[in-house]
């Protein structure tokens, strides 16, 4: 594998593997082994991109593949990536993190532009950024706990979360070891 791995996803027997600088890599289990030598690699020309930061498979089976430029679900029908389009997909800020919460929300963290929470089954939207009370708006992970609760990772700002439209910063004084999150 080449490249930097940002993510991997594993259901069943199928193991996907995020890289930036070498898209995709798709490796299948043969028994209790993982068969590298028939992995496939999803690159720019297969229709995703070089650069994938995050993967995520949604309640409604799509898998998602966060990428530059945009975000991407596989068809395993067709065995190709289309374009993901669903509510209000911010277009101005790279989406670098994606996760869907127990309550029906998308959360997308992006590269300086924040957190977009959307609604999957209104269409609403809600923004957070440091003017709302994140403490940096360069957003490398985001994911929820078992009480509902979402964790943004920051790059430079340390841990944010949030409960609601509420959000509790963690950074040094805190205790965090690190404001460099990096998963």
Avoid: C
Wanted: proline share 1%; charged share 25%.
């Amino acid at each position: 594998i080449k490249g930097d791995v940002h993510d991997i996803f594993i259901e069943r027997n199928t193991m996907w593997i995020a890289t930036y600088g070498s898209g995709v890599y798709k490796v299948t289990k043969m028994g209790e082994q993982w068969d590298w030598s028939n992995s496939v690699q999803y690159l720019g020309k297969e229709g995703l991109s070089d650069r994938v930061f995050d993967i995520e498979k949604l309640s409604s089976g799509e898998l998602l593949f966060v990428s530059d430029p945009a975000i991407k679900y596989f068809d395993a029908d067709n065995k190709e990536f289309k374009l993901y389009k669903q509510g209000v997909i911010p277009a101005y800020f790279q989406v670098t993190s994606i996760h869907e919460s127990e309550k029906g929300f998308l959360y997308l963290g992006t590269f300086n532009g924040g957190v977009y929470r959307l609604g999957l089954n209104d269409d609403s939207i809600t923004f957070f950024d440091e003017k709302k009370g994140l403490s940096h708006n360069f957003i490398t992970s985001v994911q929820e706990d078992k009480d509902g609760l979402i964790w943004v990772g920051t790059f430079g700002g340390g841990i944010n979360i949030i409960k609601d439209d509420e959000i509790i910063s963690l950074g040094l004084k805190e205790g965090v070891l690190d404001e460099f999150i990096q998963s």
